[in-house]
């Protein structure tokens, strides 16, 4: 069994990660700041002007730690992978599946449905903590509106219908998602979703723990040897981790808006952190970028039940958990792939 | 578990220097230095394993010692620091 190993975030500009012995030195301004072994870690995440040492890089890519490089902002720059591990076979199952469209929409379904599943939840939960009376006939009835859509989702649809379906959800979840902030309701207004850049602090926090999650979903995915870039749902484009953003859409309710949400409405975040672009892009500043990957970090540590194992583990082995099962029904071990719901 | 490493190793000649510094390094690779001679090690059966093997390795039994104290993963109830160098919490977010 696989353990939910910590992620080191470097967020320092300027900053050096060197091996020594081995363990990772993290200096700053030629001071030894940090010193870790790295059977301790399970993946580095350098944000900005961060570099590593040729060496260290060599031997994270052998233990199979993954080292993604982003922006300041968090996007995606590079990955450092070594040999990509496991199972040819399973590879070229996998390459095969994504070929053949019906087989691809039977995995796509899944992973939407359990998208689907989890957007009613977080509104359930909304609903229950802080009901006032007007915004919760509105979630309400979205949540109803979802509940139709998941039934829809029972008869065999093609690929085109299952995206129409999720676009239709994602839009009817997000004309809420404003309700669900209860605190600070004039610094943070959500009126839709927009990305590249984000036009106001919502959508920076979201776009920003987006790319963290999907990286940690590139790695599960690489881990247990399946190809990240082919997805079935997300059809190929260079550059883009298609799998992992399949096998992501369960977790974003889960893991991502809710954190948002709360690290909102319990103040964690402030307008003033956030400043705005000549272009109108809104960024964060470094502290509230700290304060969201530390948020982000006790996340991935809360314990839950999996629901289809019955296994007590940390959310963040969950991702691996799924990719493993994915990999099971792709070797024709299991019927079907069993999304990750959250009760 | 947290595993506490700690040891003595004899410094009265060459050979004695070049162990010390051995054993050090072994246990830099395992884990921190929260004192000199005084290490904490978050590991698995297998890392504990590995280290266990290199350390008696590189000791001398009729010279040195090594000790290892099994703190087990409830260890937050059975450590308490004072003073100067508070050591890392390796579950919580490790940001730089």
Request: proline share 4%; aromatic share 8%.
């Amino acid at each position: 069994m696989k353990t939910h190993l910590n992620t080191l975030y470097v967020t320092t500009q300027g900053a050096y990660l060197r091996k020594q012995g081995d363990a990772v030195v993290v200096s700053i301004d030629r001071v030894d700041r940090l010193r870790l072994p790295l059977i301790n870690i399970g993946a580095i995440c350098c944000l900005g002007r961060v570099a590593c040492s040729p060496l260290l890089l060599g031997a994270c890519a052998q233990k199979g730690i993954a080292v993604t490089f982003m922006t300041e902002y968090g996007r995606f720059l590079a990955a450092v992978n070594g040999f990509t591990p496991g199972n040819v076979l399973l590879r070229r199952e996998q390459y095969r599946r994504a070929d053949d469209l019906c087989a691809s929409a039977a995995i796509a379904r899944a992973c939407i449905i359990g998208k689907l599943a989890n957007y009613r939840t977080v509104l359930r939960r909304a609903i229950r903590d802080h009901a006032s009376s007007q915004a919760s006939t509105r979630i309400e009835q979205v949540v109803q509106r979802i509940d139709r859509r998941l039934k829809t989702l029972a008869e065999i649809l093609t690929l085109d219908q299952l995206r129409g379906v999720e676009g239709d959800a994602t839009s009817e979840y997000f004309s809420v998602l404003n309700d669900l902030i209860v605190i600070q309701k004039n610094d943070f207004v959500f009126s839709g979703r927009n990305r590249r850049p984000p036009l106001d602090p919502v959508n920076a926090m979201l776009s920003f723990c987006y790319s963290m999650l999907t990286n940690d979903l590139r790695s599960a995915c690489e881990a247990c040897g399946l190809d990240a870039a082919v997805g079935f749902l997300h059809r190929d484009r260079p550059g883009r981790p298609g799998l992992a953003l399949d096998l992501m859409e369960e977790f974003r309710p889960v893991i991502v808006d809710r954190l948002v949400l709360s690290l909102i409405n319990r103040q964690q975040v402030r307008a003033k952190g956030f400043e705005v672009d000549p272009g109108g892009g809104v960024r964060m500043d470094e502290s509230t970028r700290k304060e969201i990957v530390a948020a982000y970090q006790k996340r991935k540590q809360e314990e839950i039940t999996h629901p289809f194992l019955g296994e007590k583990m940390t959310l963040g082995l969950v991702p691996h958990i799924q990719a493993r099962l994915l990999a099971r029904h792709l070797r024709g071990d299991s019927d079907a792939y069993p999304p990750f719901t959250w009760k | 578990m947290l595993v506490i490493v700690t040891y003595d190793v004899s410094t009265t000649d060459k050979a004695g220097q070049r162990r010390l510094r051995q054993v050090a390094k072994i246990c830099l690779n395992h884990g921190q230095r929260v004192q000199n001679s005084v290490f904490e090690c978050w590991l698995n059966n297998e890392n504990f394993v590995s280290l266990k093997h290199q350390l008696l390795t590189a000791m001398l039994p009729d010279q040195d010692s090594v000790r290892f104290y099994f703190l087990g993963s409830n260890w937050q109830y059975k450590v308490e620091h004072h003073g100067i160098k508070p050591s890392l919490n390796l579950d919580d977010p490790l940001i730089i």
